[in-house]
Structures are given as structure tokens and as C-alpha cells.
């Protein structure tokens, strides 16, 4: 990611402006910028392929104290309490919460924040790159605390999830995916997610799992479907060694980068995968010592959810305004941006996972 000024005459001018020995008019242009670059850090931060983009988004107005109506959002046969999960604190663990299925749920938000500065020389100089990595790094801070508040709520929910005593995660068959494995996840995804009458789904099918989040090595596995083996039945003289299709391998082979397998979306993150952050993180939280974890999403149906408060003025999701700490003698030009925001998972029937 990387946010880039154009050098045209109006913004070297104004990037100029703001290095003004005029309070006033430096001041100005900084908030000028601001106005002018905070939608477009909005819509950086909101179109990025992160885990934080598998939410739902709605909006409230920053005065407001956002509630969900829990009855809409749940079938007329769910029990008459449920577990929400949300979190209180960006990048913390998330809690759940019994609440009662007919009500109207509160939830918590909290803010996310970044702040930096520059060398006025930089502006004075019309150094558009300076300015361009400064707002980059505005962006991938806000980032990077909305993927680790979104990975702790996703691995706890799953970690804990369960339908009629029986969990959402399933054992893999070794250290590697295998196409037997994936196999298992879907026909689990199935079971869980039936429709409200404990049926198919619309035209009767039943989707189950959209999209797998994984780990490289994960996804390692099923590019490996294109020249190993992949049954797992037993024969009278062993292991039989049968390949795959030769159209499957094919469409493995020709499709490498693997974005998508069997009509399921794939995510590849490096935070997932042996010793790595995530994967830490589910051990903690669920009491393990796996390796690596394959998390899957069903999002064709409503539970992942981010409200995101619309600033009172300007009505933009993020806040992005010229940071006034800095004295003349400091020679330093700051921006200050803000978002605040609340997720929460209120059906976790909507994840599954294969520990490895």
C-alpha cells in the first residue's frame, strides 16, 4: 500500500503553504490537506484485503449509543439466549456476552488513533514523497490495530464455538491440508448452518463456508493437490495412490496462486502458520498446541458486524485533522487521524476451523 500526491501545480502550492512562517496561513493548508486526503485514507483503509473487511459495515452518528435489534437477526426457532462476542478495547481479547434473543443489544465501541509529523523543511521543499509516506504510515497503523482487534475476535468466538455439543473445529489429517480435510470442513460447515426450519437452505442447498482464511503453508497443501495423491480409503492391500483428475490438477496447476478452490475465496495471511502471531494466539485461547489453523467463514449469512460512528461535521467514517502540539521553534508539521468503531460476532455458527 502506498498513498501517492500528485505533483500538480495546486498541491505543490499548498504543501508549500504549509511550511508559511504565517501561522495562520500554514495552518490553513494543513487543514486543507487534511480535508482534502481524509476520504481518501477512508477508502484505503476500507477497500484492503484485511480480515477486518469481512465484517459488515453500518454506521451510526457519533452522538448515538448503537444498539442491534437481536430478534432480526436471529431464526424464530433460536433459543431463547444467546452468546454475543464482542470487544471493548482495540486489539483486545474479545468477551461474550448472554443476552437474550428478543432485546435490543448495546454494544461497546472504542476509538483507533494515529499520529505523525514531519520536518517542515520536507513541505517547504514540495517533497511530495514525504507527504505521501506520511499518510501511508497514518493508514497502515489504523490497519494493522483493526487486523489484530478482528483476528483476537474471530479466534476467540471459534475457539469456544459449538452447536448441539459438537465443536466447530475438526482435527486435520497431519501437518498439511489435504484435500480430505477440506472435504470434512464443508460437510461440517453444512450441519451447522441449516436454515430456520433446521432444513436446506434456499433451492436446497446450504452453503456452510464462503471463504478459508490460511496460512501459506495451509494453501501449500492444496497446491500440492495437483501432483499428490488425494484418496484416503483404505484398501485389501493398503493404501491406494490414486491422483486427482486430470481436469482438478489441471485447475490447480494453471490456477497457482489458488485465490479461490472448490467455489470457496481463499485469503492467504502470513500471521497464520507454524510459531506464527495468530496462531499463538488461538493456541492461548483455545488451550492447544496446534501448528497451524484453517479458519472458515460463511458470509452469506449476517453475524460479522463493525459499527463505525460518522464524524458530526464532515459525516466521514475517519477523522483526519492537523495536529496543533507543535511550536515555531520545533519546525514540525503533525497530522492526527481517528476512527471509532465496534465489532461483535452474534451468531459464531458462521465459523469453522481445521486445526493442523
Known amino acids: 500500500m502506498n498513498i501517492t500526491l500528485k505533483r500538480t501545480e495546486e498541491q505543490v502550492e499548498l504543501v508549500k503553504a504549509m511550511a508559511s512562517r504565517n501561522r495562520e496561513v500554514a495552518y490553513e493548508a494543513q487543514t486543507a490537506l487534511a480535508e482534502f486526503i481524509g476520504p481518501v485514507l477512508a477508502q484505503v483503509v476500507n477497500e484492503a484485503p484485511t480480515l477486518s473487511n469481512l465484517f459488515s459495515t453500518f454506521q451510526f452518528n457519533e452522538m448515538d449509543s448503537p444498539s442491534i435489534p437481536l430478534d432480526l437477526y436471529y431464526d424464530i426457532t433460536a433459543p431463547d439466549y444467546v452468546k454475543v462476542y464482542s470487544t471493548t478495547v482495540p486489539g483486545g481479547l474479545p468477551t461474550n456476552t448472554v443476552t437474550p434473543t428478543v432485546s435490543e443489544m448495546k454494544f461497546n465501541t472504542y476509538r483507533i488513533d494515529s499520529a505523525v509529523d514531519f520536518d517542515k523543511r520536507y513541505a517547504a521543499k514540495s517533497r511530495m514523497d514525504v507527504i505521501g509516506k506520511t499518510f501511508t504510515r497514518i493508514a497502515q497503523e489504523i ?5 489484530a482487534t478482528s483476528a ?19 482435527a486435520g489429517s497431519g501437518s498439511t491440508l ?6 470434512k470442513l464443508l460437510t461440517l460447515g453444512k450441519r451447522i448452518n441449516t436454515a430456520w426450519n433446521g432444513g436446506a437452505g434456499e433451492g436446497g442447498r446450504i452453503k456452510g463456508v464462503s471463504d478459508l482464511i490460511m496460512s501459506p503453508e495451509a494453501v501449500q497443501g492444496l497446491r500440492e493437490i495437483a501432483y499428490n495423491p488425494i484418496n484416503t480409503k483404505q484398501a485389501a492391500g493398503g493404501l491406494n495412490s490414486i491422483p486427482a483428475t486430470d481436469e482438478m490438477r489441471n485447475s490447480v496447476y494453471n490456477n497457482a496462486g489458488v485465490p479461490e478452490f472448490y467455489g470457496i475465496s481463499i485469503m492467504e495471511i502470513n500471521e497464520l502458520g507454524p510459531n506464527q502471531k495468530f496462531t499463538k494466539v488461538w493456541n492461548t485461547l ?18 460479522l ?19 496543533d502540539q507543535y511550536s515555531v521553534r520545533q519546525q514540525k508539521i503533525g497530522y492526527y487521524g481517528s476512527m471509532e468503531e465496534g465489532r461483535m460476532i452474534l451468531d459464531d455458527r458462521v465459523l469453522t476451523g481445521i486445526t493442523l
Do not use: C, P, Y
Not at 143 to 147: A, G, H, I, S, T
Not at 178 to 183: A, Y
Not at 305 to 323: H, N
Open 143 to 147: 490497519m494493522l490495530r483493526q487486523e
Open 152 to 170: 483476537n475476535l474471530l479466534l476467540g468466538a471459534l475457539s469456544e464455538a459449538e452447536t448441539n455439543g459438537k465443536s466447530h473445529t475438526i
Open 178 to 183: 489435504i484435500l480430505d480435510d477440506f472435504n
Open 286 to 303: 483455545s488451550s492447544r498446541t496446534d501448528s497451524d489453523l484453517v479458519i472458515g467463514i460463511d458470509r452469506t449469512r449476517e453475524s
Open 305 to 323: 458486524f463493525r459499527a463505525v460512528a460518522l464524524d458530526s461535521e464532515t459525516s466521514a467514517e475517519f477523522s483526519l485533522a492537523a495536529d
